[in-house]
Structures are given as C-alpha cells and as structure tokens.
C-alpha cells in the first residue's frame, strides 16, 4: 500500500491543505486517476468540511485529519469511486447519498434530466415515469424542479431501491414534492399496469453497455453489473423497455432514453421499427458523443411514407 510523505506547516502539526493536495495529486495522477487534482481537492475539502472554493481559505490539516486524508486518498489511488469515500454524488441541483450496491449517477445523465424537465414543464400537472432510477437522481431532478408533476421512479434491485428509498425520504423531508417508489423489474410485460396510457414523460438510463467492453476500475469493481451491463449487444433491457413504453405512454407523451455510445443509430431504429413512435431523434453529450434517444407517442397507427424515420439532434 502506498504512504503519503507528510509535510507539517512550518512551527505546528498542521499541514497547509495546498501542501496536502499537491502530493495527493501526484498519487492520484500515478495512478491513472483522471482530473487528479480536482478530486485531491474534494476529497481535502471533505476532510476539513469546507467547499472546494473555501479551500484555500481553510485550516490546515491537524494529524487526524491529515491521517484520514490520507486513507482517503489511499483509497482513491486503489480507484475506489470518489462518491463511495464522500458518501454523495451531485446531480443537477442535488446531493444524493451513494455507496456500494447502487449506480453512481454520471454527469451525462443530467443532460436526459434536463431534456425531461422541459418537457414536463409543458404539461399543468404532468405524470412522469423514471425507469431503472438506482438512486433516484432523474426523479428526484424532476420532482424537484418541476413541482406540479407527479413522479414514479421504478427500480428492481434491493440494494439500488434502499438507497433510491433514502434519497426519496431526505428530498421530501428538504421540502420537495414526494415521488413514488415502485419495486419492478423493468422488462416486465405488465409493468406499471395501472398507468398504462396515461404516463406525460418516461425517462429510462437503463443498464446499456455490451458485456465485452472494458470499464474504468471505477464502474468494474464497483457499480453492480446489473445497472451497467446490457448483455452482449448491450440492448437485453433497451429492447423490452421499448415496446412497454408505448404501453404506458398516452397520445403524444414522450420518452428519453440513454444509450451507449455506439448506439446512436440502433437505438432510434429499435424506435422507428416498434412503429407506435413519432419525432424520433438522438441527442449527443457534451463530447459530442451520441447519448439519448427521445420519441413521442403517436396518436394512431404505423404511417408509411412520413420520410426520415428518425434524426440526429445536438443537446
């Protein structure tokens, strides 16, 4: 296991945190961490319970503190995710609880949250359905930011739903609207039986990457397989969920769905070829990678002869 040379400021036991963070740095970098210095920095800013702005501002270490930064970043070096040794992970507007057991919500995601935000804006009191949810993070976006909805957030794993059950319970203990917590193993054909027809906006980042790609250690040792991997094309869950969407959508509703990022035609064809969807397009990321697919609900039946069956859109 590798140790942390210690430098005390000069005249007391405490080390100044700019000290503290440059050689975490320097270990987290040898360690094929991206963003090292940034993540030395949350992880000081943790430690001394400051933000990362105040940073400089702050104490320096005191021996505890020093020697539990340390572990800490022992522990990052090891790619141990950084939202596992904080215990939160920020998505949009929110700080989520997060550990083992539960995908840890990526940034990208934020940009499907968004997309279902503005549509629901659209609608007086909207029901919106999030699919595979994990910790809640779309859900609990949405609820939060779109007070009038009524939000169903669908999860089948036990470790992932203890975990989307705590977020639920702290955001509306904060004041925001509750969402409902359904326990459902999303490819169910009867799934969500009772809404269907009647669902505005359903949200999905299922679990989407083929089962022979190589993953950061990060997502490999950590995130459950069951909330990463889509079997062998990546598409075992993508494919059921599709066709129960058009089920639980009314005439006109929409669905986002994220997708890996070789699926940026696959996906919007699995859409076109179910024929119930309309306004088909895909959504890049902000690395301009292919991300999301979203649809509407078509009022009738298949149309032949509409003419493009689906398009790319930027996000």
Do not use: K
Request: aromatic letters at 4%; one cysteine or more.
């Amino acid at each position: 296991m590798s140790t942390l040379p210690q430098q005390p400021s000069e005249g007391t036991n405490r080390e100044r945190p700019t000290v503290a963070v440059a050689r975490a740095a320097r270990m987290l970098a040898d360690a094929g961490v991206e963003g090292a210095r940034a993540e030395a920095e949350l992880l000081a800013a943790y430690v001394l319970g400051v933000s990362r702005g105040r940073l400089a501002l702050a104490d320096g270490f005191t021996p505890a503190q020093r020697d539990r930064f340390d572990a800490l970043v022992t522990r990052r070096a090891d790619r141990e995710p950084l939202q596992h040794l904080t215990g939160t992970a920020a998505f949009r507007h929110l700080e989520l609880a997060v550990g083992p057991g539960v995908f840890v919500p990526r940034p990208e995601t934020e940009l499907l949250a968004g997309w279902g935000v503005d549509q629901a804006r659209r609608i007086p009191e909207p029901l919106v359905v999030d699919l595979c949810s994990g910790s809640g993070a779309i859900a609990l976006a949405v609820a939060q930011e779109v007070p009038a909805a009524r939000v169903v957030a669908v999860e089948g794993s036990p470790e992932a739903l203890s975990w989307l059950r705590r977020n639920a319970a702290d955001r509306a203990a904060a004041g925001d609207r509750p969402i409902e917590v359904v326990a459902a193993d999303v490819t169910a054909p009867d799934l969500l039986a009772d809404l269907a027809g009647r669902v505005d906006v359903l949200l999905c980042n299922p679990p989407y990457v083929p089962a022979d790609v190589t993953v950061p250690p990060e997502v490999g040792r950590h995130d459950p397989a069951n909330a990463v991997f889509g079997g062998g094309d990546g598409l075992s869950v993508i494919r059921p969920v599709v066709a129960r969407v058009a089920v639980l959508l009314r005439p006109g509703g929409v669905l986002g769905m994220e997708h890996d990022d070789t699926h940026g035609e696959v996906v919007p064809r699995l859409l076109a070829e179910d024929g119930r969807y309309a306004s088909i397009a895909d959504h890049t990321d902000l690395a301009g990678r292919p991300r999301f697919a979203t649809a509407s609900r078509r009022a009738d039946g298949p149309h032949a002869g509409d003419g493009p069956a689906w398009q790319t859109a930027s996000s």
